[in-house]
């Protein structure tokens, strides 16, 4: 057990702070239309990577850093700690890139990770569909063998900045006599596909960030399947548990960034004198403190070589938690006209908080199957 | 940041199991003095070995002042002695490091509150004021007047203790040491707790796999499996809490008293919450009083209040974030 960082990565926490002091963008400096916005952060998310700082863990044969797990998540945390903007390849580097390290060929790897890296290209995910949310095995979306490769047909949703994507990682349904679970495949579909079509939906944050995507007789050439014929769910599931497990420190970071932003804002209104008001901030900070302590145990397993496994939803719920409690304690210590802007988008966020990557309840399912193994229901 | 046990970490919390396990309830204190549980520092034990044996302890519901001695040991050493510390004060906000009680003439004097296992102290450790500057003086428990209280668990039984110009054994330390004693003493009565709702949280695991209504196991039916998932989650999250609030304290880290603080406030409501998730599962049956489930809640309460609530802890990190804003 140790709690201090190791000589080199408190060498790479020193780098990461001089050069975020140097390059680090204000966020005055963020162009507001979407387009532009997208292009910005294109450009920083490449000049981080030139630095090192992207994809510090993958193989360097693919572009990336080749060095141990542990230095990325020093990495992200600095940038979480100095409110650095998120990258725009998130769903490249959290999701589909881990998969198509993990279950790729080298053609594809050597295609594909390095531009997800550079932010070249971006990635999305179309896993859910409007009838398969929770129950994703049920999705419905069909992919059929022909001779020009596979053509699907179905809808997709959630889709993260899918009108900015250059791919989008689509389970689809390729076996569809087998049972629910199996002959579920995934595919690599180009986003400038004929009989594609992307529909932004505008969030109760008033952003885009998701859309819809339709596909209708869409053709896919036989080699974009990631993995083999009917490994979808496998993969699926492999980097969800994936993303629970690494997101949650610098998450927690930048949940703690916000609480001090929280503590500012209430002694700038005149209300931190207010004991109760200490007690709420208090309680706050205390959860996401135990999600660092909680997190941190969770992922020395992950860094000492083990998998990223069910302990992964646990962190989850934990995270959803304090997210939800520190935001709902802003608008109940600041107030409505107090919270302003900033806490009113955080505060309506949070509450999807316990819906993606997995509801609450679908987390305590995983959790009372696969770790406390109780009977089936 | 590793919080991943070692080795020889994990094989001490075998070995302990077993000790208590085989030890009749007379001779576990010595088993553990000659075992080793009480020597600390240097190449002996640390605050995270120390939060494992009273994990243990907790577990199967030990009667010992295991953690409130193991606290004090952990900042002085007073050879293996049943020494507890007595840090709170009646009518006075928890802050151990401050206290009324007050050293004149070489005597102390003063009144403590919810000190753990009085009747079975040794020694107490208690600071007090001398010339303006806290110091710890230890007493011999037999010069104090001890007063039971009503109390959830007879088996810890916190005591009103009375010093009235008491001559001490000897003066030790300073407000620091206090402050280092108070934190070690948190953390290890939250170890202790988690171990009690750790062995409460299997005993419903099981208990839920049994049950059979309406023609099934109750651990089929999501309300329940609910309960379950979400006091393992609670439960987890207190040890790692407490394992890095221990840690921090070993490596002398800055904020270890903070963490300290922030690890007894969310340990005691979390293991009082799988506590009361653990009778919902039991149901009725947890209401008799041969079932061990009221055992664990009565441990997991009271020493949820021993060495500060989680209240007192909460306003402590409020405090100290309405200072550094201010």
Known sequence: ?377 | MDLQLTDEQRWLAESVDELVARADAGSVWRSLGEFGAFEVGGDGLGAVELALIARGLGARLAPLPYADAAAVHYALDLGGAAVVPCLAEPGRRYAPAEPATAIVDGRVSGEKDAVPYAAAAELFAVPATADGDAVLAIVSATRTSIEARPTLDETVAPAHVRLEEVEPESIEGDAETIRTIAAAAAVLVSAEAVGAAGSLHELAREYAGQRRQFGRPIAGFQALRHILADMYVQLESAWSSVLYAAASLDERDADATRASAISKAYAARATQQVAHGALQVFGGIAFTAEHPAHRHLRRIVVRGGSYGSARDHERAVARSLARAAS
Request: net charge negative.
């Open chain 1, 1 to 377: 057990m140790k709690l201090a960082l190791e000589p080199a990565e408190q060498l790479l926490q020193e780098d990461v702070r001089a050069f975020l002091a140097t390059h680090a963008p204000d966020a005055s400096e963020i162009p507001h239309a979407l387009d532009d916005r997208m292009a910005f952060l294109r450009e920083w998310q490449a000049r981080c990577y030139e630095a090192g700082f992207v994809g510090r863990a993958w193989p360097a044969e693919f572009g990336g850093g080749g060095r141990p797990t542990s230095e990325q998540i020093v990495v992200d945390q600095e940038l979480a700690a100095a409110g650095a903007p998120e990258f725009p390849s998130v769903v490249g580097l959290d999701v589909l890139g881990p998969a198509i390290l993990a279950f790729g060929t080298d053609e594809q790897r050597a295609r594909y990770v390095r531009p997800i890296l550079a932010a070249e290209e971006l990635w999305a995910q179309g896993f859910s569909e409007p009838e398969a949310g929770s129950d994703l095995a049920s999705l419905r979306t069909t992919a059929v063998e022909t001779d020009e490769g596979w053509v699907l047909n179905g809808q997709k949703t959630w889709i993260s900045w899918g009108q900015f994507a250059r791919w989008c990682g689509v389970l689809a349904r390729t076996d569809p006599e087998l049972p629910k679970h199996k002959g579920i495949s995934l595919l690599v579909v180009d986003m400038a596909s004929p009989g594609l079509e992307v529909r932004p939906m505008e969030q109760i944050t008033g952003h885009a960030e998701f859309c819809e995507l339709f596909l209708d007789d869409v053709v896919v050439p036989s080699e974009n399947m990631l993995g083999g014929r009917g490994d979808g769910w496998k993969i699926a599931m492999h980097v969800v548990g994936h993303e629970r497990g690494t997101a949650a420190l610098p998450r927690q970071v930048m949940l703690r960034t916000w609480l001090d932003r929280l503590v500012a804002d209430a002694a700038a209104a005149g209300v931190l004198a207010d004991e109760r008001a200490q007690d709420e901030l208090a309680r706050a900070l205390i959860e996401i403190e135990v999600l660092r302590h909680h997190a941190s145990r969770t992922m020395a397993a992950f860094l000492n070589g083990g998998a990223v496994g069910p302990e992964s939803s646990g962190v989850k719920l934990l995270m959803a938690q304090a997210e939800q409690t520190l935001c709902a304690t802003a608008l109940d210590v600041l107030g409505d006209a107090g919270a302003g802007p900033f806490w009113h988008e955080r505060y309506l966020y949070s509450r999807a908080a316990s819906v993606y990557g997995g509801t609450q309840q679908i987390q305590r399912d995983i959790i009372a199957n696969r770790i406390l193994s109780l009977p089936a229901e």
